[in-house]
């Protein structure tokens, strides 16, 4: 084969191309290109500048425009050259522009091992880098190119590009349906990894002569045979399997050479199904058919929808050759798969998922390729494969997919845990940058980490868009910081709750916590605080329950509510001795009336119970004026003892966030009530908050609920409990 296209070539194809190129344009992108090289040769010997006219020579086979031709012969300037972008773009504009830039970015990425996993990766990142998809065929054009030319190159070049272009751009002239260009870039390829093998394979071949002529023959003879059947239309073609091909199955599958039946292909289109049988007919009326080889893919389809009548069978000599039938609508379908055909027909709208994507870019090449006079939909494909997702490389190089919009935060939990764990930075391309950056694919990340011990930092959970991040940031929490993560849920449990209006009692509140918890299917109110705090049980869907559960109390106590009034008693622990005499009574058993919660000072009388002692009342209480008009006999009269006032203590402990003047407000509030404060005591813990210690005299129960309540009200409170230990 030619090593490269001269110049006069090249213009000669795109004068003759019925594509209407701007022939000035290239010629000017020429002259610019072969000054820039001027005096550089190729490892081969020749002119540097036959590299980007044979370069742009290929694409002119691929049915490009004039820009992508501009483009691939300038495409080593920006990088070899003085040639500057900002030069490039005044004379050849934006689009010239981004296109060299677009292949100079991806000359700049080198794969020093391509390791299976890490393949598909670096595919897939190739394609969402190059943005405009014609960068990607600039860029296979260019590969190709140098895959003819390798040669020249030292032995452990050769292999190493060799490699890559097996394992990442081959793949990628696969993908894009660019058979021609995958399959030569696989036999190159091949020849570099496995020189043995590729000779052999081609001494294979060439026992049968010319493996070409001898497959074209068989096609002339079926087109001129299913003619005279009245198939004038039928389109013929054929194909000797690549080396590669034939490799894959010798080596891989481990077939012989005499094993492998498809070496030779025909493939038959046609218009209707019934064509399809009756050229099958035809076939093995002209040629002898071997058994177990014939597939009816038509009355079964594949389940990915393929269809096509698969027979083999045996030519001139007996060498077997495949043949496949199909109509164009099943050729369609097979090239394109069963999603693309059917976006061809609704115009493409928002999609997912990257094959429909590439299919869609098969089907456009293809039409590039064909008719002359479509537009340059290519042009128009600012390719976006992948929009929803980024490639980054760790500072070794390796390539970490992340779904588009993930931080730099995302990026270190994807590495390892342990280093999301210690993360304290991140430098993007050797750069500083704030860990919520949002990657972008190209991108060199680096994580800077801190102590082992330094942890995460609960906001991060807002920040991350990973469930890999979030979970491995949840899981730190849950291990590591169980005492706070109990408070951190209490504390934003509470907060809900005051937030929604959720007013409960100590018991109803307890209740409702047990309740919740074995829901969670948790051991303890504690695990349901812990969970909350690092993020297992989501606080939201949590307040729904509870909310429920409100909404159901609140209805009961509407329903006590409507009952005559029983009285609701609160046993305090009161009698004579505590302050209050019942005459006609020694030592009895005393209560205050929650109705009018009397006090010391109030007018007071007492109301025999059935079996709790006397509930004391105050005397213009309305229980009471009415109660003794129906039973005076139950009711007696009541004072306060001397010297009562206030002798009540009560301790109480408030748990807080810390900020300033804090200690001021309760105070304040508490003095507003004028109840005196008998002692007070406040502590700051390491994590923000504050706990104060006070000793307060209240009249009684009641009273103290009220002053509770009141210090619940004070900003930032998260709670006020009764010490029980004193
Ligand atoms: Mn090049």
Same mark, same amino acid.
């Given at each position: 084969?030619?090593?490269?296209?001269?110049?006069?070539?090249?213009?000669?194809?795109?004068?003759?191309?019925?594509?209407?190129?701007?022939?000035?344009?290239? $010629?000017?992108?020429?002259?610019?290109?072969?000054?820039?090289?001027?005096?550089?040769?190729?490892? +081969?010997?020749?002119?540097?500048?036959?590299?980007?006219?044979?370069?742009?020579?290929?694409?002119?086979?691929?049915?490009?425009?004039?820009?992508?031709?501009?483009?691939?012969?300038?495409?080593?300037?920006?990088?070899?050259? @003085?040639?500057?972008?900002?030069?490039?773009?005044?004379?050849?504009?934006?689009?010239?522009?981004?296109?060299?830039?677009?292949?100079?970015?991806?000359?700049?990425?080198?794969? +020093?091992?391509?390791?299976?996993?890490?393949?598909?990766?670096?595919?897939?990142?190739?394609?969402? /880098?190059?943005?405009?998809?014609?960068?990607?065929?600039?860029?296979?054009?260019?590969?190709?190119?140098?895959?003819?030319?390798?040669?020249?190159?030292?032995?452990?070049?050769?292999?190493?590009?060799?490699?890559?272009?097996?394992?990442?751009?081959?793949?990628?002239?696969?993908?894009?349906?660019?058979?021609?260009?995958?399959?030569?870039?696989?036999?190159?390829?091949?020849?570099?990894?496995?020189?043995?093998?590729?000779?052999?394979?081609?001494?294979?071949?060439?026992?049968?002569?010319?493996?070409?002529?001898?497959?074209?023959?068989?096609?002339?003879?079926?087109?001129?045979?299913?003619?005279?059947?009245?198939?004038?239309?039928?389109w013929i073609s054929s194909r000797v399997k690549s080396v590669y091909g034939i490799y894959r199955k010798m080596y891989i599958q481990n077939k012989s050479f005499e094993e492998i039946?498809?070496?030779?292909?025909?493939?038959?289109?046609?218009?209707?199904?019934?064509?399809?049988?009756?050229?099958?007919?035809?076939?093995? *009326?002209?040629?002898?058919?071997? &058994?177990?080889?014939?597939?009816?893919?038509?009355?079964?389809?594949?389940?990915?929808?393929?269809?096509?009548?698969?027979?083999?069978?045996?030519?001139?000599?007996?060498?077997?050759?495949?043949?496949?039938?199909?109509?164009?609508?099943?050729?369609?379908?097979?090239?394109?798969?069963?999603?693309?055909?059917?976006?061809?027909?609704?115009?493409?709208?928002?999609?997912?998922?990257?094959?429909?994507?590439?299919?869609?870019?098969?089907?456009?090449?293809?039409?590039?390729?064909?008719?002359?006079?479509?537009?340059?939909?290519?042009?128009?494909?600012?390719?976006?494969?992948?929009?929803?997702?980024?490639f980054v490389f760790t500072p070794k190089g390796e390539v970490v997919n992340l779904p588009a919009g993930a931080t730099a935060i995302d990026f270190a939990y994807a590495i390892h845990?342990?280093?999301?764990?210690?993360?304290?930075?991140?430098? %993007?391309?050797?750069?500083?940058?704030?860990?919520?950056?949002?990657?972008?694919?190209?991108?060199?990340? $680096?994580?800077?980490t801190g102590p082992a011990n330094k942890g995460p930092s609960r906001d991060w959970l807002k920040i991350v868009t990973t469930s890999e991040a979030r979970s491995k940031i949840r899981?730190?929490?849950?291990?590591?910081?169980? @005492?706070?993560?109990?408070?951190?849920?209490?504390?934003?449990?509470?907060?809900?709750?005051?937030?929604?209006?959720?007013?409960?009692?100590?018991?109803?509140?307890?209740?409702?916590?047990?309740?919740?918890?074995?829901?969670?299917?948790?051991?303890?109110?504690?695990?349901?605080?812990?969970?909350?705090?690092?993020?297992?049980?989501?606080?939201?869907?949590?307040?729904?329950?509870?909310?429920?559960?409100?909404?159901?109390?609140?209805?009961?106590?509407?329903?006590?509510?409507?009952?005559?009034?029983?009285?609701?008693?609160? &046993? %305090?622990?009161?009698?004579?001795?505590?302050?209050?005499?019942?005459?006609?009574?020694?030592?009895?058993?005393?209560?205050?009336?929650?109705?009018? +919660?009397?006090?010391?000072? *109030?007018?007071?009388?007492?109301?025999?119970?059935?079996?709790?002692?006397?509930?004391?009342?105050?005397?213009?209480?309305?229980?009471?004026?009415?109660? /003794?008009?129906?039973?005076?006999?139950?009711?007696?009269?009541?004072?306060?003892? *001397?010297?009562?006032?206030?002798?009540?203590?009560?301790?109480?402990?408030?748990?807080?966030?810390?900020?300033?003047?804090?200690?001021?407000?309760?105070?304040?509030?508490?003095?507003?009530?004028?109840?005196?404060?008998?002692?007070?005591?406040?502590?700051?813990?390491?994590?923000?908050?504050?706990? /104060? +210690?006070?000793?307060?005299?209240?009249?009684?129960?009641?009273?103290?609920?009220?002053?509770?309540?009141?210090?619940?009200?004070?900003? *930032?409170?998260?709670?006020?409990?009764?010490?029980?230990?004193?």
């Amino acid at each position: 084969m030619q090593r490269y296209t001269t110049y006069e070539e090249l213009m000669h194809m795109v004068r003759e191309s019925p594509r209407g190129y701007d022939v000035e344009k290239i $010629e000017k992108a020429y002259r610019l290109a072969e000054k820039a090289h001027e005096g550089q040769n190729r490892r +081969s010997g020749e002119p540097y500048i036959t590299h980007p006219v044979s370069v742009a020579a290929l694409l002119v086979d691929l049915g490009l425009d004039t820009e992508s031709l501009c483009a691939a012969l300038l495409h080593d300037v920006v990088e070899d050259t @003085e040639v500057s972008l900002g030069e490039l773009r005044a004379q050849f504009g934006e689009d010239v522009t981004n296109l060299v830039d677009g292949v100079t970015k991806l000359t700049k990425i080198t794969f +020093s091992s391509v390791e299976e996993q890490q393949a598909e990766n670096l595919r897939k990142m190739l394609l969402a /880098m190059s943005q405009d998809i014609r960068v990607m065929l600039i860029k296979l054009c260019d590969r190709l190119h140098n895959m003819r030319t390798m040669d020249a190159q030292p032995e452990q070049k050769r292999r190493d590009k060799a490699l890559e272009t097996m394992e990442v751009y081959a793949p990628i002239a696969h993908r894009l349906g660019i058979s021609s260009i995958k399959e030569e870039l696989e036999d190159r390829s091949l020849r570099y990894l496995d020189p043995v093998g590729y000779e052999e394979i081609n001494r294979l071949l060439a026992q049968n002569g010319s493996a070409k002529v001898f497959i074209e023959n068989i096609a002339e003879k079926v087109k001129e045979r299913l003619a005279e059947h009245g198939m004038e239309t039928a389109w013929i073609s054929s194909r000797v399997k690549s080396v590669y091909g034939i490799y894959r199955k010798m080596y891989i599958q481990n077939k012989s050479f005499e094993e492998i039946y498809d070496v030779y292909a025909v493939r038959i289109i046609l218009n209707s199904v019934a064509e399809c049988y009756n050229a099958l007919g035809v076939i093995h *009326d002209m040629y002898h058919p071997l &058994p177990n080889r014939f597939k009816d893919y038509i009355s079964t389809s594949k389940p990915n929808g393929y269809q096509s009548l698969h027979t083999t069978v045996l030519g001139r000599e007996g060498v077997p050759f495949e043949v496949q039938i199909r109509t164009w609508e099943m050729h369609h379908t097979a090239e394109y798969g069963v999603a693309a055909h059917w976006k061809y027909k609704a115009g493409i709208s928002g999609s997912d998922k990257l094959e429909e994507r590439l299919a869609w870019v098969r089907q456009l090449l293809e039409s590039q390729r064909e008719n002359d006079d479509s537009e340059d939909l290519l042009r128009n494909l600012k390719s976006e494969l992948l929009p929803e997702e980024v490639f980054v490389f760790t500072p070794k190089g390796e390539v970490v997919n992340l779904p588009a919009g993930a931080t730099a935060i995302d990026f270190a939990y994807a590495i390892h845990s342990a280093v999301g764990n210690r993360m304290i930075g991140a430098k %993007v391309n050797g750069r500083i940058v704030p860990i919520d950056h949002k990657v972008q694919t190209g991108e060199v990340i $680096e994580v800077i980490t801190g102590p082992a011990n330094k942890g995460p930092s609960r906001d991060w959970l807002k920040i991350v868009t990973t469930s890999e991040a979030r979970s491995k940031i949840r899981s730190w929490f849950k291990k590591e910081r169980k @005492e706070e993560n109990i408070l951190e849920g209490r504390v934003s449990l509470e907060r809900e709750l005051r937030r929604n209006q959720i007013n409960l009692t100590e018991e109803e509140y307890d209740a409702f916590m047990e309740e919740m918890t074995r829901r969670q299917h948790l051991n303890t109110v504690e695990e349901l605080y812990a969970a909350i705090g690092y993020g297992g049980v989501q606080l939201s869907r949590l307040m729904l329950k509870i909310k429920d559960e409100y909404t159901k109390l609140l209805k009961n106590r509407e329903a006590e509510q409507e009952l005559p009034p029983p009285v609701p008693l609160k &046993p %305090v622990a009161a009698s004579t001795a505590d302050g209050v005499i019942v005459e006609g009574l020694d030592n009895c058993l005393v209560k205050f009336a929650k109705c009018c +919660s009397p006090l010391p000072g *109030d007018e007071i009388v007492g109301f025999v119970t059935r079996g709790f002692g006397v509930s004391i009342h105050k005397k213009d209480c309305a229980n009471a004026r009415s109660g /003794m008009v129906r039973e005076p006999e139950r009711w007696l009269r009541a004072h306060w003892a *001397d010297g009562v006032k206030q002798n009540f203590t009560a301790s109480l402990e408030i748990r807080a966030l810390d900020r300033p003047a804090l200690f001021a407000d309760v105070s304040a509030a508490i003095a507003g009530m004028r109840v005196p404060i008998l002692s007070i005591s406040a502590r700051q813990t390491p994590d923000g908050r504050a706990t /104060m +210690s006070l000793t307060i005299g209240v009249a009684n129960t009641e009273h103290l609920d009220n002053v509770v309540a009141k210090l619940c009200k004070v900003k *930032d409170v998260v709670s006020v409990d009764r010490a029980r230990d004193r």
